[in-house]
């Protein structure tokens, strides 16, 4: 219910034009406007003043006729070319001793604005006497309509504020009309908050939504300052910023920035910061680091000085474990001590080696089984082994921001390859899915999707989209790998979840340049320039960037189902992402050239996120080494996190048994390197017997096994006969062909 009492209305008050007439003038000769009026609207204001209701019309129209015309009405009151007409309505209530809210104000113009409008609804049964209402079934409003001009984004400009001067910034609609413009700049000393007018900037663009002021006036070192923003339009109608900002003189040292090495050394972080030091006073400084994604903070090295750039090495940091750290400057200001920070993310990492070797009970070698690493699940301080990353909205995935010259230098003039694990939805919202962009001058994407093969693979370099003839099934991860010669040709592979893998050469489409003008650089997983309809919906993992290098079919089968060691022959950069981090922002680089760190960290899209349960299958990836024809195998670049890091290390080929079924392994900064993790398969059944001379009983020393081709050894030493012509020998379960050799004598084959 409307609670309002219309009894109390007193007076009425009328614009002209839009109101008592219509929005619509006719111009006649001599440029005087032609305005029209309702008779029945003439009858309701002359039977109002005669029922005392007093009337006044005001308008910034100053037309005679109009003047004549409500005169002849009995309306006395009537103020004609009011330019601000809440003046004029003030002047009417002095003199006739109205309240406010005693009147009904009917406007529809700028100069209505900010004025009372009264709004009533009454409910008149049929058959009531004409006027006649219920007093209870009356309900009214009583609102407004206000103008707005937004001045939002006041903050301190922290680039341009330095030891004299402090600039702020703020962002503002954009002006409208003729008339001239200009902010005013207020400041308030942060001891009294008395607001004064210290500046001022005039608006020449009337598009321009960014401004700027620089304050230098009177500014003392140890003050805080607040300033607003204001401006003043449509009849003098004031609009202040909605916030206000709290800016100092930099007039005491600060840190600029704040570095720290990111995996790039085993077991030691290393930090360095620059400062702004002002004159000679001594700054103390302050060093805290916490687990990255928590907020116990603790101080691991405090300094002192006057210079420029300082440096430390975190040497307490664990392996695979990821800080967050801050450098605190710290002044002492009248007698009271003040603190600036800045903040930076950072690691080490170490790696370990774990080897051995797999032979048959007689020590007979096992050629081909995989041994592969996986993190013990009992060990509740361990993350999970492996994560992903989900993609699905515009400006999602991994980005790397280049220049022109490092974009041409390493992809440009040079063979490249990317590479990664993909794994798209069965549906897709935008139209032209994008998988890898380098810098918008070359697209790897997704067509429409054909039922019975999936999406097709397309390259598209702007100018022309080419069809590889591959697909990528929904719903399960493949692995996808771009090879680009130096000369723009280019090959896709596929290799599916059963290792089936497939080729498609593309003519040379592929090659690409740069100008310093463009905004450069490359993104996996969607469209370096966010863009919705390059949007792609799905998952991408284990990322990497060649350069130098375009990866054959036999580079891509040797390193396409195992994490790296990151110092792979021309490794630009490589994210596999599985950190484990919260909220993850940083796609860390653990690439490296010549063993220095490459630290190409890219970043993460907006609403990227991380899983650890829509993976490759471990089948298609994992941590593993494959036993060498001595039955030697070695698996390098383990990480670990923290402490350390239990691995079971499990060995298997096809329907082989192993003894024991896996071993463990505790991998750690003290713990790098494990050897002789042997197995033996227990798969196989000793054959033995007695090598003879055809047709006698003479024995052969010194013969030689081999099963299917493989020489039989044990512990490193091929088996022979003995001098009574002895022999076991192990062969693996199913059927094989053992053959006796011997330099000089005919040989026999056996099949078991």
């Known amino acids: 219910m409307i609670n309002y009492d219309l009894r109390k209305i007193r007076a009425l008050a009328f614009d002209v034009d839009g ?33 005392g209701i007093e009337i006044a019309i005001i308008t910034g129209g100053n037309s005679p006729i109009v003047r004549q015309r409500y005169e002849s009405l009995g309306i006395k009151s009537i103020f004609m070319g009011a330019a601000v007409k809440i003046e004029c309505f003030d002047q009417w209530l002095t003199q006739k001793g109205l309240r406010p809210d005693e009147v009904l104000y009917m406007g529809d113009d700028i100069p209505d604005y900010d004025t009372d409008y009264v709004y009533e609804v009454a409910f008149i049964p049929t058959g009531m006497p004409d006027g006649k209402r219920i007093e209870r079934l009356v309900g009214s409003i009583t609102t407004q309509v206000t103008r707005k001009f937004t001045i939002n984004g006041l903050d301190i400009d922290a680039e341009k504020t330095n030891d004299k001067s402090i600039t702020i910034k703020w962002n503002n609609q954009e002006f409208k009309g003729n008339e001239n413009y200009v902010f005013k700049i207020l400041r308030a000393d942060g001891d009294t ?38 401006t003043t339009m449509l009849e003098n109608h004031t609009f202040v910023s909605e916030n206000y900002v709290m800016g100092n003189l930099l007039g005491e040292s600060q840190v600029t920035s704040l570095t720290a090495t990111k995996g790039d050394y085993n077991g030691l972080v290393k930090l360095s910061w620059e400062v702004h030091q002002v004159g000679n006073s001594i700054t103390r400084y302050e060093l805290m680091r916490t687990v990255k994604g928590k907020n116990n903070w603790a101080t691991i090295y405090k300094t002192s000085g006057i210079a420029s750039s300082y440096y430390y090495e975190d040497n307490t940091a664990l392996p695979g474990q990821y800080y967050d750290y801050k450098v605190r400057s710290i002044t002492s200001c009248d007698e009271q001590e003040s603190y600036l920070e800045r903040g930076t993310d950072g690691f080490c990492r170490s790696t370990g080696i774990v080897s051995g070797r797999i032979a048959y009970g007689t020590g007979t070698a096992v050629d081909g089984a995989r041994v592969t690493l996986v993190r013990n699940n009992d060990n509740a301080s361990d993350i999970s082994q492996f994560y992903s990353l989900r993609t699905s909205g515009s400006g999602d995935g991994v980005f790397l921001a280049l220049s022109s010259d490092a974009l041409n ?24 899915p994008t998988l890898f962009d380098l810098g918008g001058k070359l697209q790897l994407q997704l067509g429409t999707m054909d039922e019975a093969k999936g999406y097709p693979l397309l390259l598209n370099n702007g100018t022309d989209a080419t069809a590889t003839g591959l697909y990528l099934p929904a719903s399960v991860f493949t692995s996808l790998t771009l090879s680009v010669d130096a000369n723009g040709q280019a090959s896709v592979t596929t290799v599916d979840a059963v290792d089936t893998m497939s080729v498609a050469t593309v003519p040379g489409i592929c090659k690409v340049s740069f100008t310093a003008s463009e905004k450069t650089g490359l993104c996996l997983g969607g469209s370096y320039e966010p863009s919705a309809d390059r949007t792609f919906s799905g998952y991408i993992d284990e990322m990497r960037v060649f350069s130098g290098r375009a990866l054959t079919k036999a580079d891509i089968l040797k390193n396409y189902n195992h994490s790296l060691t990151g110092t792979e022959d021309g490794l630009f950069a490589y994210w596999p992402v599985d950190e484990g981090i919260y909220n993850q922002t940083t796609a860390y680089d653990y690439s490296k050239t010549s063993g220095v760190a490459n630290g190409n960290h890219g970043q993460l899209g907006p609403s990227t996120t991380t899983s650890n349960t829509v993976l490759p299958t471990e089948h298609q990836f994992g ?14 670049g383990v990480p670990f996190n923290g402490d350390g890091t239990t691995y079971m290390v499990v060995p298997s080929k096809g329907i082989h048994e192993f003894s024991p079924n896996y071993s463990t392994r505790y ?11 042997d197995f033996e398969d227990v798969s196989s059944f000793p054959v033995s017997g007695r090598v003879v001379y055809a047709g006698t009983n003479y024995p052969v020393e010194g013969a030689q096994f081999t099963v299917d081709g493989t020489l039989c050894s044990k512990d490193g030493e091929v088996i022979t006969t003995n001098a009574n012509g002895e022999y076991t020998i192990s062969v693996p379960i199913g059927d094989h062909y053992i053959k006796v050799s011997k330099t000089g004598h005919a040989s026999p084959s056996i099949r078991k």
């Open 19 to 51: 109101v008592l007439s219509t929005s619509n003038v006719l111009l006649i000769e001599g440029g005087q406007p032609c305005r029209t009026a309702n008779t029945k609207d003439g009858y309701a204001l002359q039977l109002a003043i005669k029922y």
């Open 667 to 677: 991998v750690s900064a003290s713990a790098l390197v494990h050897n002789g993790v």
């Open 623 to 636: 941590i593993f080494g494959i036993t060498d024809a001595q039955g030697n195998f070695v698996i390098r």
């Open 193 to 230: 908050i008395n607001w004064e007018e210290i500046g001022s900037v005039s608006v020449s663009k009337k598009s321009q939504t960014q401004y700027s002021y620089t304050d230098s006036k009177n500014l003392q070192a140890c003050h805080t300052y607040f300033y607003k923003v204001q």
């Open 409 to 432: 230098s390493q992809f440009g003039s040079s063979a490249y390859s990317v590479q990664m694990f993909v794994r798209p939805d069965d549906s897709q919202t935008s139209s032209a």
